[in-house]
Every structure is written in structure tokens, then in C-alpha cells.
């Protein structure tokens, strides 16, 4: 069911390639929540609040790209299975993460996700403005957060 006014197959090319940063998205949040419960040490505290704000974040935009694609008349791929079947990020550690390294994995997803998205708005630029702008404002986002974080690191 196509609902969008972009011509041809535009709508269908952009939703495809908006997919890839909804899993990501999906799975920076899965990931966050479990640093963030199990997130241990010294600075405890604002590692622990830090991921909280940025999991809200993810949701958001995730909800944001989701909602995007239906406009487009496709459906979002956004259960347990996609993010196993698309993702490419691997698994995640199920253990006590002293900060440091809670920091350091939820960055490197971070930046991944920033470099597929990427990849991504370079496919859809020329398709869509309006997805090529939300993915514009999440890969501004990310990379702030990847500041951010890093800066956690130092």
C-alpha cells in the first residue's frame, strides 16, 4: 500500500534504506538498557543517568524512522528476529560492565550506527528531503552523543 506522492519506486527505495538505521536504532536502545542495569563502578551514577537519556533518545528516533517508512507505504521490520536477522553490530555482552567499558561498547555502537546511517542518507538524498533530513538530525545526534561519550572516557 503506497501512500506517499514521491514518484516511481522512490518511496519504496527510501523506505528499504531507511531500515538498516531503524535495527540499528532498535538495538542501540536494547543494548543501552542492559549497560545501564548493569553498569558498575566509580562513576556509577552518571553513566547510569547518562544511558538512561540516551536510550529515550533512541526510542525516539527509532519511532521517528518507524513511522517514516509507513508513511512510505512500507512496513517497518522492528521485531526481536529483524534486529537479529539485519543488525550487524553482534552481540552484547551479558555481564557487569565496569563504566569505562560500559562507555567505551555503547560508543562503538554509537559510531557504527553514525557510519550506517550515513551510508544510508547518502542512498536517499536524492530520493526523499524528508528522510534524508531525519536521518541528517539522528546523525547529528549520534555523533554528538559519540562526543559525549568519549569525553566519559578521558
Known amino acids: 500500500m503506497t501512500w506517499t506522492v ?16 531503524l535495527v540499528d536504532l532498535i538495538d542501540l536502545h536494547l543494548i543501552g538498557k542492559q549497560a545501564h542495569w548493569t553498569v558498575v563502578g566509580e562513576r556509577f551514577q552518571s553513566a547510569h543517568e547518562r544511558l538512561d537519556v540516551l536510550v529515550d533518545q533512541w526510542r525516539l528516533w527509532s519511532d521517528s524512522v518507524a513511522e517514516r517508512i509507513v508513511t512510505l507505504g512500507a512496513l517497518p521490520r522492528g521485531r526481536a528476529e529483524d534486529v537479529v536477522e539485519e543488525g550487524d553490530m553482534g552481540p552484547f555482552p551479558l555481564e557487569w560492565l565496569a563504566d569505562g567499558d560500559a562507555i567505551r561498547l555503547v560508543a562503538e555502537r554509537v559510531e557504527a550506527t553514525a557510519r550506517r546511517a550515513r551510508a544510508q542518507q547518502a542512498i536517499v538524498e536524492d530520493l526523499d528531503v524528508i528522510s534524508d533530513g531525519l536521518l541528517q538530525t539522528i546523525i547529528e545526534g549520534l555523533e554528538e552523543e559519540l562526543w559525549m561519550l568519549r569525553a566519559h572516557l578521558r
Do not use: H, I
Open 6 to 21: 514521491l514518484p516511481g519506486d522512490a518511496a519504496s527505495k527510501t523506505a528499504e534504506a531507511l531500515q538498516p538505521t
